[in-house]
């Protein structure tokens, strides 16, 4: 079993940047791909983007091309979603998960599950 961890939420203004920290322990493979997610209220969970752990290869959802990027620190098992020029659209509950296999995208595709880390963007 994987235990993730979320942090690097809050409140920002619009056209700000956070980046929020995904922490992975337990039974962690190296072969894993990570994924990050996202809730806004009322809303199905939305996929933002994933990593591979081997190779660090990337793919990303439509919504946040060219705005957001992910990355991963092996040693630390950690993997990061950088958000530039926020706006309130992006306020959502983030959430981070592993992925079933490679370019997966459909919540159902993914397991393990953080408790998630709220952005709130401020217009």
């Known amino acids: 079993q994987v235990q993730l961890v979320e942090s690097g939420g809050g409140l920002v203004q619009a056209g700000g940047s956070l980046r929020l920290s995904c922490a992975a322990s337990g039974r962690f493979f190296s072969s894993t791909t990570m994924g990050w997610f996202r809730q806004a209220p009322d809303k199905g969970r939305e996929f933002l983007a994933a990593?591979?752990?081997?190779?660090?290869?990337?793919y990303y959802g439509d919504s946040v091309k060219g705005r957001f990027t992910i990355s991963r620190d092996n040693a630390k098992n950690t993997v990061y979603l950088q958000m530039n020029s926020l706006k309130p659209e992006d306020t959502a509950i983030y959430y981070c998960?592993?992925?079933?296999?490679?370019?997966?995208?459909?919540?159902?595709?993914?397991?393990?599950w953080g408790q998630g880390t709220q952005v709130t963007v401020s217009s």
């Open positions: 998960a592993v992925a079933r296999f490679y370019r997966a995208r459909r919540p159902a595709d993914f397991g393990s």
């Open positions: 990593i591979s752990w081997i190779g660090g290869s990337t």
